[in-house]
């Protein structure tokens, strides 16, 4: 069965709203825990997150298991389901022996005794829970590593048994080629269509470790590789250090057929472009979002809030990124940007985002949901859960004092 899946339920439904993370989706569920079990195991066994390495669910996944008394057998029986689904149930797990539960917490320890990607599941143990809970498996693991090279084993539990490998010895760096040649010669080798792409990406590399240099701005439409599809890598950092010196230009770059150098002017735009570019930059949402470019509108979205009121024409935009993108690192920045921009409904929206699966929406329900019924309760829920972030425990502790105060 495949581990990946993109197909996701609609937004408004139980199933997508798991999908994506949504606190709304979390208090439905606990309206009847039965007919919602299936769904969060589902959401366990196949990966839902857009960006596995930036959105968060392990947290949200585990309070819902806990929450609607779900058994935990399905969700173990996923450390033996590939190596993804394996990685996702242990971090479900891992979270609920913090929260105490026995069950799950040798569940894991045990699966590090037999299981497949038992390295895997014991440096993820490791780095969460207290050395006591871990310490004694070190015995175990000498005996499956024997005869293996330790070449990759690196931090914990490794370095506390003195069975990691050795770290690479490197030597001290040398010069970057052309770290000699001034700005000048540089300029000159970039503004040469005969100079090959690996001197011309040496050449940005110096000038992005030496500061904004203005005598890069008409060159770089030039500055793509050979495909016509990407753009040479230390253009990027050049690019932004030149920050608002690059505006008039970006404006142009921002209307160009190449991808790469559209995402550029419209990159720069975004961070220091006037009102003026509202528009520019609402047609880059509108088209992201038919295209269902679900990574990158958040910083479109940062740039529109700068302007406030003045962007009232991306509002609808950014309801809907935040209704349905999968993308849940990305959705407190379109929250973020309607306050800015029209907080008209917001504060209908804040409370659920306490229930949210990212930190960062978290706490901007702690910050902003209006004093209500429920409220004053789900704050104690996230100052007192040993799951949670400390930056939450922490906002919603000092939150729950200003109530009382």
């Known amino acids: 069965m495949a581990e990946r899946r993109y197909e996701h339920a609609p937004a408004h439904t139980l199933p997508g709203l798991l999908q994506r993370g949504r606190g709304l989706g979390a208090r439905m569920a606990q309206e009847d825990p039965a007919a919602a079990a299936e769904l969060v195991y589902g959401c366990i066994r196949w990966e839902w997150r857009w960006d596995r390495q930036a959105d968060d669910r392990a947290l949200y996944l585990a309070r819902l298991v806990r929450d609607l008394a779900l058994p935990l057998g399905p969700v173990v029986e996923l450390l033996a389901a590939g190596a993804d689904a394996c990685e996702r149930a242990t971090r479900v797990l891992e979270l609920l022996a913090l929260d105490g539960s026995a069950q799950a917490r040798e569940a894991l320890r045990g699966y590090v005794r037999d299981g497949e990607h038992w390295q895997d599941v014991l440096e993820s143990v490791a780095a969460a829970w207290p050395v006591e809970w871990w310490d004694d498996l070190a015995g175990m693991a000498r005996e499956r590593l024997r005869g293996r090279d330790r070449a990759e084993l690196w931090g914990e539990p490794w370095d506390r048994w003195g069975l990691a490998g050795p770290r690479p010895v490197r030597g001290p760096r040398g010069p970057k080629p052309l770290a000699e040649v001034d700005n000048a010669g540089l300029l000159r080798l970039l503004a040469d269509p005969g ?123 950014l309801r809907r990124f935040w209704l349905w993108t999968p993308h849940s690192y990305e959705r407190a920045a379109y929250l973020e940007a309607l306050a800015a921009i029209d907080p008209t409904g917001l504060d209908a929206v804040y409370p659920e985002c306490l229930w949210d699966c990212e930190a960062d929406a978290r706490l901007l329900g702690i910050a902003h949901a209006p004093d209500g019924p429920g409220i004053g309760g789900r704050l104690a829920y996230l100052r007192d859960d040993p799951m949670e972030e400390p930056e939450v425990r922490a906002a919603a502790g000092e939150r729950l004092a200003a109530l009382s105060g």
């Open 195 to 317: 100079e090959t792409e690996e001197r011309r990406t040496a050449a940005l590399d110096v000038i992005d470790d030496r500061g904004p240099e203005p005598g890069v701005i008409p060159l770089v439409p030039s500055l793509g590789k050979a495909d016509g599809k990407h753009l040479l890598w230390p253009l990027i950092g050049v690019v932004e250090k030149l920050g608002a010196l690059a505006v008039p230009d970006a404006r142009e770059w921002a209307r160009a057929e190449k991808g790469w150098l559209a995402g550029l002017g419209y990159g720069v735009l975004a961070g220091h472009g006037t009102v003026q570019d509202t528009p520019v930059l609402v047609a880059r949402l509108e088209r992201d979002w038919v295209e269902r470019r679900w990574c990158g509108p958040k910083r479109t979205a940062e740039g529109l809030r700068r302007f406030g009121p003045g962007a009232g024409e991306a509002v609808s935009l």
